[in-house]
């Protein structure tokens, strides 16, 4: 069991779009499961994208059951080369981020979103999520391309808030 560094903004690897996983490479399944001693490691984390643990892959880990948030959770979910393949409506929710831990935010996010993907063995995975767990898939899923919620935030004036602990 390792747990892994939480790379922390500003650090520029969070600003890097990620590479997709086009075979197996050596490494990737210890990888995998160490994101997801990483992301048990801290309390009340949902989900961790391979670039927060230094690795510049197409690869979340995501577990919205730990979260006392309402909704239907699929439960432990790994997710490689991950696409929103759609999604519909619009909600605005409160986010936090390991890689951010000062601040949370108001960000807007699709309601319901529909992520196609490869599982743990590369076997294609289609995801139909709503409220809480779509907007954890639409978080991490960003994270991949380069993108905190710090970026999605209409207002850092109004909608950017500090933690007073996380
Ligand atoms: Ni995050």
């Not at 050596?26 to 990888?31: A, F, I, S, T, Y």
């Not at 954890?136 to 999605?152: A, C, K, P, Y």
Request: contains cysteine.
């Amino acid at each position: 069991m390792s747990i892994l560094p939480i790379i922390k903004y500003p650090n520029p690897i969070l600003k890097t779009s990620c590479e997709p996983l086009r075979q197996e490479l050596p490494g990737v399944k210890q990888l995998i499961k160490d994101m997801q001693d990483t992301l048990i490691s801290h309390p009340f984390c949902v989900g961790l994208a391979a670039p927060q643990v230094g690795t510049l892959l197409r690869i979340v880990v995501i577990d919205c059951s730990r979260s006392r948030k309402p909704c239907q959770p699929h439960g432990n979910l790994v997710l490689l080369n991950p696409v929103i393949t759609q999604r519909e409506g619009e909600l605005v929710m409160r986010e936090g981020c390991l890689s951010l831990p000062d601040y949370t935010g108001n960000v807007k996010r699709a309601v319901s979103v529909i992520v196609e993907g490869l599982d743990n063995d590369a076997i294609p995975k289609k995801i139909v999520a709503e409220g809480f767990e779509a907007v954890v898939l639409q978080h991490e899923i960003d994270h991949l391309d380069g993108i905190l919620f710090l970026d999605r935030i209409s207002s850092l004036k109004t909608d950017v808030f500090r933690r007073k602990n996380y």
